[in-house]
């Protein structure tokens, strides 16, 4: 079974500029998850979706991260404009719909703002 | 509210067992995972205990789980240089499909 893809693996642009993120999650898991990890530290909510409506974002960024999922399978996590801050590991999960269902995560991508 | 904490670092000799501690503050959690990192990876799932149970054993995995004191552990016995990595303990609550809360994670480095 293919596991969660997510590209790119690696990004390094400047603050002020856009950057993009996609995620592929495991076929069939309608649940999917982004998460940003600092370095040294736990990885953190940023968006839930089931399908593609959206169960928690109470910690995006709103006024620069955006997130879509628009056909319940894929789905892409956008910053505009960067900032340093935002330099992580940005990773994707996904999971079946139920109780306790494990999540799955992809390899992550590191992102670095100049 | 949700707060998981572990200690950064521990260091054992290969060979040895492992005890990796984590303790939670959130009584309705009652999912807790375990979780292995190694460098530039994702996270992989080693192992996870209902809060219904005290302990969990999977090969050379063992969980133990004190609800009282909100306190969880994981044993790795034998360890092997393989199992070098970022351990992180996160904790789920009962309702349905719901964010993972982790801990900082433990950087375990086993010595040849």
């Not at chain 1, 620069?64 to 900032?83: C, H, M, N, W, Y």
């Not at chain 2, 996870?48 to 090969?59: P, R, T």
Request: net charge neutral; proline share 4%; aromatic share 10%.
């Amino acid at each position: 079974e293919a596991g969660v893809a997510q590209s790119p693996r690696y990004k390094i642009i400047e603050k002020r500029q856009s950057v993009a993120f996609w995620c592929n999650p495991i076929s069939g898991h309608a649940t999917l998850y982004w998460y940003q990890q600092i370095l040294g530290q736990g990885p953190k909510l940023l968006i839930q979706f089931q399908n593609n409506g959206v169960v928690d974002d109470s910690q995006l960024p709103k006024d620069r991260f955006s997130a879509e999922r628009l056909k319940g399978v894929d789905s892409t996590l956008k910053i505009q404009p960067a900032k340093l801050e935002d330099s992580a590991v940005y990773l994707c999960a996904s999971s079946l719909v139920g109780r306790g269902e494990t999540q799955y995560f992809g390899p992550g991508t590191r992102l670095l703002v100049l | 509210g949700e707060d998981v904490e572990q200690s950064l670092f521990l260091s054992v000799r290969e060979g040895d067992s492992s005890v990796i501690n984590c303790t939670y503050t959130d009584s309705s959690s009652t999912y807790l995972y375990w979780y292995k990192q190694e460098p530039g990876a994702g996270l992989q799932l080693l192992t996870y205990i209902f809060s219904n149970m005290d302990m969990k054993q999977d090969q050379r995995l063992t969980v133990l789980l004190n609800k009282k004191d909100k306190h969880l552990s994981l044993r790795i016995a034998d360890t092997q240089t393989g199992d070098s990595a970022i351990y992180f303990c996160a904790e789920s609550i009962n309702s349905g499909n719901t964010p993972l809360v982790f801990g900082k994670g433990t950087r375990l480095s086993v010595i040849a």
